[in-house]
C-alpha cells in the first residue's frame, strides 16, 4: 500500500520562498518516479517537476530556474523548492508516485501567492 502525504504549504508574498515536502511510504518507493503538480482555480492539473530513481529532473518551463525538486532515499521524501514566487504559481500542489505502471496521488498542499 503507497500513501503519499504532503506539507509544506501556506500563504506567501510574491518573490518569496517556500518547500513543499512529501512523505512516502510503501514497498516501490525506491523504484518510482516521482512528481509535483499543480492545479490552480478553473484550471487542469500540469506538472511542475518531477526525478526519477536515478536522479533525473525534468521541470516545467514555467517554473525553470525558480524550482527545485530533489529526494532524500533515506526518508522516502521528495521536496519541491519554490523561489520567487509569483501569483501564478497558486494552486493545490499534488505530489505524485509512478512505478510498475501505477500511479498514486497525495492530497494536496494549498499554495497561495498573494501582497
Known amino acids: 500500500q503507497v500513501q503519499l502525504v504532503e506539507s509544506g504549504g501556506g500563504l506567501v508574498q510574491p518573490g518569496e520562498s517556500l518547500r513543499l515536502s512529501c512523505a512516502a511510504s510503501?514497498?516501490?518507493?525506491?523504484?518510482?518516479?516521482m512528481s509535483w503538480y499543480r492545479q490552480a482555480p478553473g484550471k487542469e492539473r500540469e506538472l511542475v517537476a518531477s526525478v526519477t530513481n536515478s536522479g533525473s529532473t525534468n521541470y516545467a518551463d514555467s517554473v525553470q530556474g525558480r524550482v527545485t525538486i530533489s529526494r532524500v532515499f533515506a526518508k522516502n521524501t521528495v521536496y519541491l523548492q519554490m523561489n520567487i514566487l509569483k501569483p501564478e504559481d497558486t494552486g493545490v500542489y499534488y505530489c505524485?508516485?509512478?512505478?510498475?505502471?501505477?500511479?498514486?496521488w497525495g492530497q494536496g498542499t494549498q499554495v497561495t501567492v498573494s501582497s
Open positions: 510503501g514497498s516501490i518507493v525506491s523504484i518510482a518516479t
Open positions: 505524485q508516485l509512478r512505478a510498475v505502471g501505477l500511479v498514486y
